[in-house]
């Protein structure tokens, strides 16, 4: 659902059925003097954007809901898989200089760690990283599972949960990504990951959409 900018005669449409709803689309069409047909487009973009409802054999009505409404339901409905983005993974034994290297190469800013068998078992960020570096160690002889944040420390998610919940606990416990995860008999498999870039796409797509 998008929230749209409406033009005049979605206007005057809304205004007929805030006072005369529910009230059908032949009755609507006959108040602006035109033909159900060329109404079509209308109803079905306000019914479609929230605006309207419809009932069979009953007709329209008006929802109540601004525009601030609807865009807040649009954005509570919103799940992690509609815009998480795919993980980037490294093994527990590979060393800092390795992980340092791939997240350069893949401009990201937080790994999640796995172990053998592809299951979670750790975070590194950018800052785990950087400290590891300040240090007078063998980058190259430090394993990383020595230096990342480890399981039960580790905030996820999964691919229906809500795209709001999650973002408020980015910003609670000041993250900037988190791994999305299916649970296994085994552990927790990473499928995917949350991110403030994620979230920023998100703003501008539905931004996008109100001035499409």
Same mark, same amino acid.
């Given at each position: 659902?998008?929230?749209? !900018?409406?033009?005049? =005669?979605?206007?005057?449409?809304?205004?007929?059925?805030?006072?005369? +709803?529910?009230? @059908?689309?032949?009755?609507?069409?006959?108040?602006?003097?035109?033909?159900? &047909?060329? $109404?079509?487009? #209308?109803? &079905?973009?306000?019914?479609?954007?929230?605006?309207?409802?419809?009932?069979? =054999?009953?007709?329209?009505?008006? @929802?109540?809901?601004?525009? +601030?409404q609807l865009l807040s339901e649009t954005i509570k409905k919103l799940r992690i898989q509609d815009c998480q983005s795919l993980p980037v993974v490294v093994d527990?034994?590979?060393?800092?200089?390795?992980?340092?290297?791939?997240?350069?190469?893949?401009?990201?800013?937080?790994?999640?760690?796995?172990?053998?068998? &592809?299951?979670?078992? +750790?975070?590194?960020? =950018?800052?785990?990283?950087?400290?590891?570096?300040? +240090?007078?160690?063998?980058? @190259?002889?430090?394993?990383?599972?020595?230096?990342?944040?480890?399981?039960?420390?580790? @905030?996820?998610?999964?691919?229906?949960?809500?795209?709001?919940?999650?973002?408020?606990?980015?910003?609670?416990?000041?993250? #900037? &990504?988190?791994?999305?995860?299916? !649970?296994?008999?085994?552990?927790?498999?990473?499928?995917?990951?949350?991110?403030?870039?994620?979230?920023?796409?998100?703003?501008?797509?539905?931004?996008? #959409? !109100? $001035?499409?």
């Amino acid at each position: 659902m998008s929230i749209i !900018e409406l033009n005049k =005669r979605q206007e005057q449409i809304i205004q007929i059925v805030k006072e005369h +709803g529910p009230i @059908t689309g032949e009755a609507i069409a006959d108040k602006l003097n035109l033909t159900r &047909a060329t $109404l079509r487009p #209308d109803l &079905a973009i306000l019914t479609m954007a929230g605006y309207l409802d419809a009932r069979p =054999r009953v007709g329209y009505f008006y @929802t109540g809901k601004t525009g +601030g409404q609807l865009l807040s339901e649009t954005i509570k409905k919103l799940r992690i898989q509609d815009c998480q983005s795919l993980p980037v993974v490294v093994d527990k034994n590979v060393s800092v200089y390795d992980a340092i290297c791939t997240m350069f190469l893949e401009d990201i800013g937080t790994l999640f760690i796995v172990d053998q068998n &592809a299951l979670l078992v +750790g975070v590194v960020s =950018r800052k785990d990283l950087l400290r590891a570096s300040m +240090g007078n160690q063998d980058l @190259t002889s430090v394993p990383v599972n020595i230096i990342m944040t480890r399981m039960p420390n580790i @905030t996820t998610c999964q691919k229906d949960d809500s795209l709001y919940d999650v973002a408020k606990k980015l910003i609670e416990k000041q993250i #900037d &990504a988190m791994p999305v995860v299916k !649970e296994t008999e085994k552990g927790l498999e990473v499928i995917g990951r949350l991110t403030k870039t994620n979230l920023t796409k998100v703003l501008v797509d539905l931004v996008e #959409d !109100e $001035l499409l």
